[in-house]
């Protein structure tokens, strides 16, 4: 959480002459930097790790709406049924 959301925004001049700093700051606190332009927010700088962290729960999302546009779509099998051919293909007992 987030103590101080001032301290997560700054603008785009305090990056330039603080890049360091700042780089320091999302990776120690893992929280996101808000970056302004003109008064208007304009980008965010975030921690490697986090940002690796996004990316695999959007593309888990991704994978969860494509599995609900086949089950409407009706491209399923009952559980039963893929098990069992899994079982034949690897040749496991049961």
């Known amino acids: 959480m987030i103590p101080n959301i001032q301290e997560c925004i700054k603008p785009i001049s305090y990056i330039k002459t603080n890049a360091a700093d ?32 996004m990316k695999d729960a959007f593309n888990l999302l991704k994978i969860i709406q494509f599995s609900e546009m086949d089950v409407r779509a009706g491209r399923t099998k009952p559980a039963k049924e893929v098990f069992s051919n899994l079982r034949r293909k690897y040749n496991l007992g049961r």
Do not use: C, H, W
């Open 22 to 53: 700042m780089m320091k700051f999302v990776n120690d606190r893992k929280e996101p930097l808000v970056i302004t332009q003109n008064g208007e927010s304009r980008a965010v700088l975030i921690d490697v790790e986090s940002y690796q962290e």
